[in-house]
């Protein structure tokens, strides 16, 4: 070892106790202050906890069917100036009598009575002694079935079959009856029935004595007193046509002649455990465009057995007398006096007369033309008017232009005697219906839609009086203060909303705050029926609640509620009505039950009239069952305002949005576009609603899309005509566009997960939409239940008001652009679904059938299901039904391969059982 080797080793050794301690508290020092500072801003920043994402309990797809979630509506009706009869908590009926400053209540038939024949409340006589129950109802259309009627004593509680009685010749008397139609007189206790289309008279309903009126019936060909299928379903909306006159002498009816209308044939299978060995084919008398229409004719008989029950038939007037026509409203001006209006078969020409019971003379009132062939003339509801003697003055509802804007349905005075018109309201208003006339007041009340607000309705009042002064309708419904800085009209967003600037130019979002309403088709989709009088209610949903008006029911949270902070003289303290649906008044109009469909749970209230104003006495329908279940539900958020389109229009869109949405994240949610547009309809309401858009949204974290395009109803003529002769072509076109802009503008859409949807003429707009070019590569999938898909083969009526003729004089080329089976090769490298039922008499399944053709044609697989014995609506299999949509969207979103590379089926899966 070198003798040097532990100096070596003292250079390389260093003393500990000289460690820079200094340096290392400072550097310590400075860690602790950083991190003190990190978890101070962590702290501060943090927002706080919110609790769970998404607050109550989500929908399951049974919720949408289950009578717990359909509001209970206004179920009743005025028998006198202070009494409201209805149905009760417990099923019974009860009377609820009005006294200046109080209400009383009193049991009136209890719900044994019903109970014990599984029957519900057709009517009561006039006098109040007799109630009419009905019973084994078999439905036949939309409106109209079948069924057997039991008379109720109301004091002696003695029970009665309804029939034709001991002394009636000309039938053999077999009781009980089945029946299309029973009607009480609006005097006494008489009545009027409908026998396989033949009417018979009862002066008194247990009297043996019955008296036949008609004897001109062919079942399914030639009816009195009850419509066709064309006017049931198209024009009269409703099972009945006839009349009573107010002091129940006379009796106005129609008589439908479809003898040469074309056959329409269909299949019925029979039920599984008892098939029929031979289907049955039945035939239905259905006109469709070009072909012969069924003729009808105005009758009225004299019901006063001194007169032999004399029959006066009614002559159209002149300005219709040599062309096609309908009737579409009937009713009486006074005795011997009744109005009917007269529409043109091509919907250009509509004329209201008052004829006369004597001589069956009709005299012109008013009309209104379409002359220059760019829209229709909508049907007219019936006209209210004076009951001055001397005049047959009337206000009605016609359209009435405001300059540039164009027509709106408006209220407009009708002078008789100088044969001159007032309109008495103005501006960018739809009037929808008119509730009452007070000419003691000079009042007259009505429900409109408003200029900036097309998903609402108002009630309103107005002053009128001679000579004419322009006032300004009064709005009942609206908030007693406006909110915040807002106008009355303006509706306010639920919640903050934000949209990305566009990447397409032409789309600019009006801003989502803004919301700048029946006609037509019925909605199609989910249908979903309230529970009707007479049935047993599930405990907890009573028919009548009482409550005091002061007392705020807005305890509960409803997510998709916008709810005004002020109360209303009609609804009370926070009570926000936004939509109202319907109002009836005694007769003196100084009670009103005012019924509300939203946006919150729908309600009814009853109120006093004065000279100065209308005023809450108490609310009558609460549905707090409703509201306190609802509270607790996810249900999803709502947006709705304006996009405006490359067309220079606007149009009302809604968004339901998952509730657990967060629009500050990156997760994307598949989109589905759910779709109606039938002309003069809208999907986007303030209407409260649980339906499948809120079990896809709540569920299945779908955002849910509706868009009321070109030719939806709420905003005038104008806007409304737009599709005339094209329907279905802009519809399309405005649905792609709005898509298209969600897809591009909000980050939050998966650009891979887009469909489409629709029922009836929903389904129609979904297979144009599908078969439009503009929509490749932006939808994946769509669905169409019980679709049109050809306008020649749907009906005349309704099909000829929108198209015109199919002849090529008339809209050849618009048949033959509107027709699905002409584009359906832009259909491929998409999943398309098609539903149908076999024994639909609105939209046969010969639709589908053609559509089904076509695509084979063109070898594109598609999915179909037909439904055995099923109508339009698919009542009976709704469940099935949509599980089978959920399962096809569900299956197409699952789908992450490029659509390029498959079509059709290949996409898709099989049908499975659904998981929560």
């Known amino acids: 070892m070198d003798d040097n080797f532990y100096d070596e080793e003292d250079l390389v050794t260093s003393n500990p106790n000289d460690r820079n301690w200094k340096g290392i508290i400072i550097a310590v020092v400075v860690i602790a202050t950083v991190l003190a500072l990190i978890v101070t801003s962590v702290v501060l920043l943090t927002p706080p906890d919110e609790g769970p994402r998404v607050k109550g309990r989500r929908f399951q797809l049974e919720d949408i069917f289950s009578p717990n979630f359909q509001p209970l509506s206004m179920n009743g009706s005025w028998v006198s100036d202070n009494e409201w009869l209805f149905w009760d908590t417990s099923g019974g009926v009860s009377i609820l009598t009005m006294d200046k400053d109080s209400t009383s209540l009193r049991s009136f038939i209890s719900n044994y009575t019903f109970r014990q024949f599984d029957a519900k409340l057709s009517g009561i006589s006039a006098d109040l002694q007799y109630a009419l129950l009905v019973h084994d109802v078999q439905p036949v259309h939309r409106h109209s079935s079948t069924a057997k009627y039991t008379l109720y004593h109301t004091e002696t509680r003695a029970i009665q079959e309804l029939s034709v009685g001991k002394r009636f010749s000309g039938y053999s008397d077999v009781d009980p009856l089945r029946l299309e139609l029973v009607e009480w007189s609006p005097s006494g206790c008489s009545l009027v029935f409908v026998h396989q289309g033949d009417i018979y008279f009862k002066s008194e309903p247990t009297s043996n004595v019955t008296h036949r009126l008609t004897r001109s019936a062919i079942p399914g060909v030639i009816s009195n007193g ?147 062939k760019r829209g229709w003339v909508d049907r007219i509801p019936f006209p209210v008017f004076t009951s001055n003697s001397t005049s047959w003055n009337f206000i009605t509802i016609a359209p009435i232009r405001d300059g540039e804007n164009g027509y709106f349905d408006h209220l407009v005075f009708v002078d008789t005697v100088n044969k001159r018109s007032h309109p008495v309201t103005h501006g960018k208003i739809d009037v929808l219906m008119i509730n009452a006339w007070d000419e003691e007041r000079k009042l007259i009340y009505f429900l409109a839609i408003p200029a900036t607000a097309p998903t609402e309705r108002r009630f309103y009042r107005l002053r009128v009086e001679q000579p004419f002064t322009d006032h300004i309708p009064e709005c009942l419904s609206c908030p007693t203060v406006p909110r915040n800085d807002t106008l009355p009209e303006t509706r306010v967003a639920q919640t903050n909303f934000t949209v990305a600037p566009t990447t397409a130019p032409m789309l600019n979002k009006q801003g989502s705050g803004k919301k700048t309403q029946k006609g037509g088709k019925t909605i199609g989709g989910t249908k979903h029926f309230a529970p009707e009088p007479g049935s047993v209610i599930p405990e907890g949903n009573a028919y009548l609640d009482l409550i005091d008006p002061l007392r705020s029911t807005d305890n509960v949270s409803k997510p998709t509620v916008l709810e005004d902070p002020v109360g209303n003289l009609l609804f009370g303290v926070n009570q926000s009505c936004s939509f109202v649906t319907r109002v009836k008044f005694n007769a003196n109009k100084s009670f009103a039950t005012i019924e509300c469909g939203g946006p919150s749970v729908p309600f009814v209230t009853l109120a006093s009239v004065t000279q100065s104003n209308m005023r809450l006495i108490q609310t009558i329908q609460s549905n707090d069952a409703l509201r306190n279940l609802s509270g607790g539900m996810a249900f999803p958020r709502v947006k709705t305002f304006d996009v405006q389109l490359n067309a220079g229009h606007t149009v009302q869109v809604r968004l339901l949005l998952p509730p657990g949405l967060r629009e500050d994240e990156i997760t994307r949610y598949p989109l589905v576009l759910n779709v109606y547009g039938g002309p003069g309809t809208q999907l986007v309401l303030d209407r409260w609603n649980v339906d499948f858009a809120t079990y896809l949204a709540s569920r299945k974290d779908f955002i849910v899309a509706q868009v009321d395009s070109r030719g939806s109803g709420g905003r005038g003529w104008d806007f409304q005509h737009k599709v005339y002769y094209k329907v279905g072509l802009f519809e399309a076109e405005d649905q792609i566009q709005v898509v298209r802009y969600l897809r591009d503008s909000l980050h939050f859409v998966d650009e891979k997960k887009i469909g489409v949807w629709g029922w009836s003429y929903g389904g129609y707009l979904t297979a144009m939409i599908m078969g439009n070019k503009d929509s490749s590569n932006l939808f994946q999938c769509g669905a169409s239940v019980a679709p049109v898909t050809n306008w020649k083969l749907y009906d005349s009526a309704y099909t000829e008001r929108y198209m015109g003729g199919p002849n090529v004089t008339q809209n050849y080329r618009g048949y033959t652009e509107s027709d699905i089976t002409q584009s359906v090769e832009n259909f491929d490298k998409k999943m398309f679904f098609l539903l149908h039922g076999t024994a639909d008499d609105n939209v ?73």
């Open 844 to 916: 046969h399944v010969q639709h589908s059938m053609m559509l089904s053709k076509a695509l084979i044609a063109k070898k594109i697989l598609f999915r179909q299901q037909i439904y055995p014995d099923e109508a339009h609506s698919l009542k009976g299999v709704q469940l099935h039904v949509h599980k089978s949509l959920e399962e096809f969207f569900e299956d197409c979103f699952r789908k992450q391969r490029d659509p390029g590379l498959i079509t059709g089926l290949n996409q898709g899966g099989q049908l499975k059982e659904f998981e929560d």
């Open 226 to 372: 009850v419509p066709d299928w064309l006017y049931e379903e198209e024009i009269l909306e409703s099972n009945s046509a006839l009349w009573f006159s107010k002091d129940g002498d006379q009796l106005l009816y129609l008589m439908f002649n479809d003898s040469l209308v074309g056959q329409q044939t269909m299949l019925h299978y029979g039920s599984v455990e008892e098939p029929f060995i031979y289907p049955q084919i039945k035939q239905l008398r259905y006109p469709k465009p070009g072909t012969t229409n069924p003729t009808v004719t105005a009758r009225v008989v004299e019901l006063s057995q001194s007169r032999a029950f004399r029959t006066q038939d009614l002559r159209p007037p002149e300005g219709i007398l040599n062309m096609d026509y309908y009737i579409t409203a009937g009713g009486w001006v006074r005795k011997n006096e009744v109005g009917i209006i007269w529409t043109s078969r091509s919907y250009d020409l509509s004329i209201i007369t008052v004829c006369s019971t004597r001589n069956g003379s009709c005299e012109e009132m008013y009309r209104i033309t379409m002359e220059d």
